[in-house]
């Protein structure tokens, strides 16, 4: 089974109208009914504004990450830059679903939400038991 999620990039907090699409299908990309959860994720970014590395980031560091950061402030000494690799501040939303009797989870109360970066994260099972996991950032 493959299942996945679309939600659009950008939302704008003052529309309460976003959704997220669910799509489950077998591997014939044939849709079939399946129940999971969704779930959203405030990520923690970096504690300072950084810009994006204008090089590629080395094997090993040759100065420490004081030094580093007194050098050169606005870089990433690690991949903290890397939207993929912030922490999970804060679960700000959950829900269940079942694609039998929709393919669509309203995000309600978006506007209360504060901005940055969210991972939207769908936990399922398929037929035999297997776990399943689709995440967006």
Same mark, same amino acid.
């Given at each position: #089974? ?5 939600? $659009?990039?950008? %939302?704008?907090?003052?529309?309460? &109208? ?5 799509? &489950?299908? *077998?591997?014939? @990309?044939?849709?079939?009914? *399946? +129940?999971? &959860? ?7 970014? /970096? @504690? ?9 980031? /080395? $094997? ?17 000494? +690690?991949?903290? =830059? ?7 501040? !804060?679960?700000?939303?959950?829900? =269940?679903? $079942? ?6 989870? /309203?995000? *309600?109360?978006? =506007?209360?939400?504060?901005? @940055?970066?969210? #991972?939207?994260? %769908? ?5 035999? @038991?297997? =776990?399943?996991? $689709?995440? !967006?950032?």
């Amino acid at each position: #089974m493959q299942a996945s999620i679309t939600i $659009d990039e950008i %939302l704008d907090k003052n529309t309460d &109208t976003h959704q997220i699409a669910i799509a &489950t299908k *077998n591997i014939n @990309g044939t849709p079939i009914f *399946n +129940k999971g &959860t969704i779930s959203v994720f405030k990520l923690k970014a /970096p @504690g300072r504004p950084l810009r994006n590395r204008p090089w590629a980031f /080395p $094997d090993y560091p040759i100065i420490n990450q004081k030094e580093y950061l007194t050098k050169f402030p606005y870089e990433a000494y +690690k991949k903290e =830059s890397n939207v993929q690799e912030w922490e999970k501040e !804060k679960l700000v939303f959950t829900s =269940s679903y $079942d694609t039998e009797k929709g393919t669509k989870v /309203p995000l *309600n109360s978006i =506007s209360k939400w504060s901005s @940055g970066k969210y #991972m939207v994260v %769908l936990h399922t099972k398929d037929s035999t @038991g297997k =776990s399943i996991k $689709d995440v !967006k950032l």
